[in-house]
């Protein structure tokens, strides 16, 4: 067996390679009389393939997140611009025990195919379906069928994140 690498000599590495970011959510219906919202920033998100169009999405196993998407196969992909980056942060606080005040003063709506918050002034949006859920290490790997692409904003540019920080390409 080979030589494990340093986690923060890792951690540095990865930090180098820029990311689009985005907002995960989905509906948890189960969550009280009318149900709860729920919301995660994630950097680690990609297109996987175009026939049929899949993506893949990167969540912490245990999380909030996880513990949905294992029962709720429906959710949305909001790809966040430049001028969200508040939205990021508020979304990417672990350890909360309810996200439903952090959309209360966001403009969004509902997807029509997955029901989950889908924000408004987004690049782009995507509504999926999960196809396959791949255990890697301390994270799942979401494997999502895309059921809607929308391109609704061509305002400003994409949020990234590098080094640590959320950045804008200038």
């Known amino acids: 067996m080979g030589q494990t690498v340093n986690i923060d000599d890792f951690r540095a590495a990865m ?19 009318r149900g709860e919202d729920v ?5 680690a998100f990609m297109s996987v393939s175009l026939e049929p169009p899949l993506v893949l999405v990167s969540v912490r196993i245990g999380s909030r997140m996880d ?14 611009s430049e001028s969200q980056r508040h ?15 952090l959309f209360e003063d966001i ?4 997807g029509e195919e997955s029901g989950a918050p889908v924000l408004g002034g987004a690049l782009a949006i995507l509504e999926c379906e999960t ?5 890697a290490g301390d994270h ?3 494997i999502g069928r895309v059921l809607t692409a929308r391109t609704p904003s061509a305002d400003g540019g994409p949020l990234t994140y590098f080094r640590g920080r959320y950045r804008y390409l200038g």
């Open 67 to 80: 513990d949905l998407l294992e029962r709720q196969e429906r959710w949305a992909v909001s790809v966040l």
């Open 15 to 33: 930090a180098r390679l820029a990311a689009g970011v985005v907002l995960v959510t989905a509906h948890d219906p189960e969550d009280g009389p």
């Open 107 to 110: 403009a969004y709506y509902r």
């Open 140 to 142: 799942t790997l979401i």
């Open 39 to 43: 919301g995660m920033t994630a950097t």
């Open 131 to 135: 196809e396959q859920r791949v255990p």
């Open 87 to 101: 939205i990021a942060g508020r979304f990417a606080l672990r350890g909360r025990i309810s996200d439903r005040l």
